[in-house]
């Protein structure tokens, strides 16, 4: 589809939280300007991708590409779990949150994302300003009510930055980053 897949805007998502197998957007030649944008969605519950549940990067969460903005916007929402998605060839960033609180990446692929290093620069993700205020990104440690973690994933061939958080208040208590290949 060449349409936004998923657009929750000034809604709060309840405490069971929305779930999806897979979420798509953007085709092999074109995309929508953003394929998921969830936008004050309250501190509830949050966006769950699962994919197939198998061990790998196999994109069974979806594919979101060439989108002539963010793949992935998320703006005051909390609880995001992504995995097993392709977010690849996106024109900015192929994830950006601000105020985001919780947040991980499990099993995912990251390619070609981003195309200027100016400003906060664009790439694979992207969380905060560095000429704005508040959080990026902030959330408890993994285990915790809001876990922060990038696990079993590719980020690669990004435009400005692979992985860049700005916080001016707040506290990320701990992003776990591990099994994990920035190139």
Do not use: C, Y
């Not at 979806?62 to 992935?72: F, L, P, V």
């Amino acid at each position: 589809t060449t349409g936004t897949a998923l657009n929750v805007a000034n809604t709060t998502i309840g405490a069971d939280g929305l779930t999806f197998q897979s979420i798509s957007a953007g085709t092999a030649a074109s995309g929508p300007a953003n394929g998921i944008v969830l936008n004050n969605t309250g501190s509830a519950g949050g966006l769950t991708v699962t994919g197939d549940g198998a061990t790998a990067r196999n994109g069974s969460g979806g594919t979101i590409q060439h989108t002539s903005g963010d793949a992935i916007s998320l703006t005051s929402a909390d609880k995001v779990s992504l995995s097993r998605m392709n977010i690849n060839s996106s024109a900015a960033n192929g994830i950006r949150g601000q105020n985001v609180n919780g947040f991980v990446l499990d099993w995912s692929t990251l390619s070609n994302n981003g195309n200027t290093n100016a400003g906060d620069g664009e790439g694979a993700l992207l969380f905060g300003s560095t000429t704005g205020s508040g959080n990026g990104l902030v959330g408890s440690a993994p285990g915790g009510s809001n876990p922060t973690r990038i696990s079993n994933t590719d980020i690669s061939s990004s435009g400005g930055h692979n992985i860049a958080i700005f916080n001016n208040a707040g506290t990320l208590a701990e992003l776990d980053v591990s099994k994990t290949t920035l190139t």
